[in-house]
Nanobody, 112 residues
């Protein structure tokens, strides 16, 4: 079983940037990896995904602002978040889709 640990969250003013990291305890090179988020009283939603081959997909509300990337040599996945908005405030989770693993999340709070 692979454990995922997120880091890099914090408090940021609107318009700022944060870079989230997800460290895996084992190889994730063949997995499609993703970042999800869950805001208070809302359902968890997908933010971005990256295939084993590097193909990326984004939710419409983060396109052109967020960039997902991976470093398979280090078993890590990243989410660069630019032009942050208050509505980006959520707990952000790292995920692998098959098999399904979840991290415990990292809080991102964006102030107006």
């Amino acid at each position: 079983q692979v454990q995922l640990v997120e880091s890099g969250g914090g408090l940021m003013q609107a318009g700022g940037s944060l870079r989230l990291s997800c460290a895996a305890s084992g190889s994730i090179s063949v997995y499609t990896m993703g970042w999800y988020r869950q805001a208070p009283e809302k359902q968890r939603e997908v933010v971005a995904m990256i295939s084993s081959g590097g193909t990326t997909n984004y939710a419409d509300n983060v396109k052109a602002r967020f960039t997902i990337s991976r470093d398979n040599t280090k078993n890590m996945v990243f989410l660069q978040m630019n032009s942050l908005k208050p509505e980006d405030t959520a707990v952000y989770y790292c995920n692998s889709d098959n098999p399904v693993y979840w991290g415990r999340g990292t809080q991102v709070t964006v102030s107006p």
